[in-house]
């Protein structure tokens, strides 16, 4: 629907060719090399905007607080379960 004007934005033209490269290594071969090239080309991508600078920055920075967050959803599902299994588990 947008027609040219989709490849007038950096962002949509530089995903434009992130996905039909990936198409192209998906037919050629699987080689995980190729995969890290393509990620260390976002990296790339990165240093060049600012402002996904920024971003993937509080992203790093909030990792430490998703893993607690994650071990305390763990705990809370294991305890549920248990408590679930000594309820229930005569039925």
Known sequence: ALG???F???YNTFDFLLVW???IQWFVSKNAVVSAFRALRL???VQKFPALRVLAATVVNSL?????LSLIMLLFIIICS???LQVFGTL
Request: glycine share 4%; proline share 5%; aromatic share 16%.
């Open 8 to 10: 007038k934005d950096p």
């Open 4 to 6: 040219l004007t989709y």
């Open 64 to 68: 430490e607080s998703v893993a607690y």
């Open 21 to 23: 490269l990936s198409v």
């Open 82 to 84: 248990t408590l679930g």
């Open 43 to 45: 990296f790339r991508l």
